[in-house]
């Protein structure tokens, strides 16, 4: 079995088999979903009964998700546009976030279905913002989730007007699609907001450009990912527990979660660029050490960062613990899961 060269310790968890080698582009999220499941190695035997299907998992509430996106935005006048959004929003990517939200709501007892247009949102939103930062005025990346990014598609007008109409259609969608007390839509939309704007991900790309060609320590690339990447992985955690009724504690649990897997997320990703081609990522690989990124393995070594990977998925688990040990059982093998895409070529 080839491995990525990244060395993670031995508990996280060991796929059970190998990835066909004729995995092809054409079906991006079928390699992200390797045909195995998931399994703890270690302790060896302690966590037998904790065999979870996260393939079939991640598979059938991604379907459902597409299936939401995708009558959440059907093809109309100006047609083009829709087209636009269409494009990015229905393209084969791994529906984390949603997936987050949905797990979320369920772990507290709430049904999909009150969580499944903030659940939309969240990718909207995220849609958007990997849209705008593909743009030649930001990273400049023609590949996005193995298709051409949407302003090679069609044109950066385009593709700036195509990701601001997501954004705005992303609250606008929660907020009218939700069958949910509306506090608990406010507090959602709320929620996205904030992750989203000025002290959120905006500001991940803001200190992401002012820190360009520079060198940054460890504290400044964790504060770049805690926006970037982390904040819309808190909400879309956080807000699953409000659209299921959750308490306040559990909240806040589920929001560090989604910090503690934001940064994972971003770990994994730094790893991958080293590791793995431009096919196996669907983006160009290498670009982070062409452009003079830093990155986690730049500053720690592939194995260190290894290790703060396996340090991450051991937090996200600490905040699982006292929930539902069954209804918890996605969002713990989801961390695992994260953690393993590193591994494999
Ligand atoms: C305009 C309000 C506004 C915000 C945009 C451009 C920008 C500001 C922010 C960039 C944010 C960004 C692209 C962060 C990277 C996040 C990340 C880890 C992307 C990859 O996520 P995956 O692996 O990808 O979940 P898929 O394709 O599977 O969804």
Redesign the pocket.
Known sequence: MAYASVCFPMNVPVMTTCPSPSWSLASRRRRFLPAVRCVSSVPKVADEADLFDLKQYMAEKARRVDAALDRALPLRPPERLFAAMRYSLLSP??R?RPVLTLAACELVGGDESAAMPVACAAEMI?V???I??DLPC?DNDDVR?GRPANHVAFGEGFAVLA?DAL?CFAYEHAAAATRAPPDRVLRAVAELGRA??AEG??A??IMDIECEGKEVGLEVLEGIHLH??AKLMEAAAACGVIMGGGREEEVERLRRYGRVLGLL??VV?DIMDVTKTTEELGKTAGKDSACGKTTYPKLLGLEAAGRVAEELVGKAEEELQGFDRNRARPLRHLARYIANLARYN
């Open positions: 990517g791994k984390v995220h958007m913002s990997l705008h930062d930001i989730r990701g954004h989203t704007g991900l905006l991940g790309q970037k990447t997320c971003q990703d």
